[in-house]
């Protein structure tokens, strides 16, 4: 075992200063792990004009992670491809995936063409996200299956499919039968399928194909039937195991899983390789034990895991001293941490204790669930102003009938009773939320509720999904589904409504300033963006010639539904 223990700063700093250009729109993290917009596709918010997000490119990843001193236990030249789908929680945990991979010497690559091993962080909390997956993996079916032909041939096989060659040879009907004599070069018909024989015809593609994260803890061992091409499957609540699959892989197995959810660990790397130059994201609660009726989360991620709180500002200090002034604490609940150490830390004791840790500037978390949100994380942002004034607190449904089905643990005035003690704070905190339409039995009455619901809170963001009926949730079988049609009408009626909203909100805040992290530079001339503490996105003018990752005061001049546009005023 190579002890990479001091790597972990070495692969943490150095990206702060990366210039690029442009900003995302608001990217909460919601509840459940899927980061979607509030548009009707369901899709990420709409990037602004001419601005794209600022990520560092593969090439100054690399170099920036390049490992010192760690053997290199892949082969001379191993790559990698990553690619992720849904929530922040996924996004950082593809993160510490790079951070094992490169770790092991595996250099990252742009495309799939120009990797060795390709691997898919996947999602599967709405239909249409698990659907994407099949559709890429679609991607990389070999040659030989696509031609409708499969070859067997020597390629560079490992040891355990070499065996497997000497043991199949194909029959006169072109069904495999197991003997000692099979050839390499022999062509074999596409209906033969035996599991041996998918192995050598997998060997021979020369590339190890990996599905992670939801959907490979949500379909297990059936992607290796939908995709024999497929040769890793690992869900989230497995990544503990990740470095042992991938090192078996290496040396040649090439089929593993990793699917086991009873664990109490959780996917603790030692380099984390990060991918945003100012925001550091942490988990510090893994899973959920909430059961949702209509959500996977439970069945995908496994129930709650928490990190010791210990372990949680070393690496927050660590990433202070790398230069990361804001950090986003991470979990699909977070506000349930519960510290498995001696300190027995509380949720808002833990906010405190990072906020005090010094050259922290911002601290973020999300997604909290209603439930676990009392008064002591209000009185904590209150008393620290570098704790982000920001609380995106999901919702769901305004009807309790909805909430109890849904079966959310409190009704509607619970809910108003926690946002409440939100708008009584001595600074103004922004709320933002998630909303599903159409979840079985709701009535028009009920869906009246929830538009009541958005202008009795005035909401800065919502984040509304058609429900989507998902394998193994309560909420599959229950009666009086809604139709697709009528889901999407009432989530068009719910956006409209929303938008109005913003727009009055956000008209509000002209002729007012705020700090803003600078993150994002437009194409044109004298345009930045960047985030107030309360995440909404700001755009705005200035002649400065450097100011990304810095923090400057900003006054809005005009607002929109999805952000604010500004010029710069000063130095924070
Ligand atoms: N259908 C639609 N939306 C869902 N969400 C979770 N599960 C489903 C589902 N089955 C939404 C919830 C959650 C967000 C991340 O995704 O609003 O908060
Ligand atoms: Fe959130 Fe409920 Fe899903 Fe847990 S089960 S992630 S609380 S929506």
Redesign the pocket.
């Known amino acids: 075992m190579i002890n990479c223990k001091t790597m972990g700063k070495s692969f943490d700093i150095g990206l702060e200063r990366l210039t690029g250009t442009g900003v995302p729109a608001i990217d909460a993290i919601?509840?459940?792990?899927?980061p979607?917009g509030n548009d009707a596709q369901g899709k990420k918010p709409p990037l602004q004009d001419g601005f794209a997000t600022i990520r560092a490119s593969t090439e100054q990843k690399n170099r920036t992670l390049k490992p010192e001193g760690c053997g290199t236990q892949a082969a001379e030249g191993a790559t990698f491809y990553l690619e992720t789908f849904g929530?922040q929680m996924n996004d950082h945990d593809s993160e510490k995936v790079a951070g094992v991979l490169l770790g092991r010497g595996y250099q990252q690559v742009e495309t799939p063409e120009a990797a060795k091993v390709i691997l898919y962080n996947t999602c599967s909390?709405?239909e249409k996200a698990a659907q994407k997956v099949f559709s890429r993996l679609g991607e990389l079916r070999p040659a030989e299956e696509r031609s409708g032909e499969w070859r067997v041939t020597s390629g560079e096989l490992g040891a355990e499919a070499r065996e497997a060659q000497a043991r199949v040879s194909f029959g006169s009907q072109g069904k495999p039968v197991l003997q000692k004599n099979a050839q390499p070069g022999m062509a074999v018909p596409r209906e033969a399928n035996h599991p041996s024989l998918r192995k050598i015809v997998n060997a021979a593609g020369g590339k190890i194909i990996g599905v992670l994260g939801c959907v490979a803890q949500q379909e297990g061992e059936e992607i290796f039937e939908r995709a024999p091409w497929v040769s890793l499957v690992c869900g989230s609540a497995s990544y503990r195991k990740l470095p042992q699959l991938i090192a078996e892989l290496e040396a040649g197995n090439r089929r593993v899983t990793g699917l086991d959810t009873d664990t109490d660990e959780t996917f603790e790397t030692e380099i984390t390789r990060r991918d945003n130059p100012w925001r550091a994201y942490l988990t510090i609660i893994e899973g959920c034990d909430k059961a949702?009726s209509?959500?996977?989360?439970p069945f995908t991620r496994g129930p709650e895991r928490s990190r010791a709180s210990a372990s949680i500002l070393e690496e927050v200090r660590r990433l202070a001293e790398s230069g990361y002034s804001e950090v986003q604490l991470l979990g699909q609940t977070v506000n349930s941490y519960a510290d498995p150490s001696m300190r027995k830390m509380r949720f808002s004791e833990l906010l405190a204790a990072v906020a005090e840790v010094s050259g922290i500037r911002r601290v973020r978390f999300t997604?909290s669930h209603p439930r676990d949100f009392g008064k002591d994380i209000v009185e904590v942002i209150e008393a620290h102003p570098n704790i982000c004034d920001h609380v995106h607190l999901?919702v769901?449904s305004g009807s309790t009938t909805v909430l109890r089905a849904m079966a959310r643990t409190y009704s509607r005035e619970e809910y108003l009773e926690k946002i409440a003690l939100m708008k009584a704070a001595r600074r103004p905190i922004s709320i933002t939320t998630?909303?599903?339409v159409g979840f079985p039995g709701e009535t028009e009455k009920d869906f009246e509720e929830t538009l009541a619901l958005l202008d009795e809170v005035q909401y800065d963001s919502v984040?509304a999904?058609?429900?989507?009926?998902?394998p193994n949730?309560p909420?599959l079988k229950m009666a009086d589904a809604i139709p697709e049609e009528e889901k999407g009408r009432r989530l068009a009626i719910l956006m409209d409504r929303q938008r109005e909203i913003q727009r009055a909100q956000n008209e509000k805040l002209v002729g007012e300033t705020f700090e803003v992290l600078v993150d994002g530079k437009s194409r044109r001339d004298n345009q930045w963006s960047g985030h107030t503490s309360s995440n909404r996105v700001m755009n705005f003018t200035s002649p400065e010639r450097e100011l990304l990752g810095d923090y400057v005061q900003v006054k809005v001049v005009s607002a929109m539904p999805n952000s604010l546009v500004g010029e710069m005023v000063g130095r924070a």
């Open positions: 919601q509840e459940g792990g899927v979607v929530c909390i709405r949702c209509y959500c996977v989360v997604t999901p769901q998630d909303m599903i984040f999904f058609k429900y989507s009926p998902r949730t909420s």
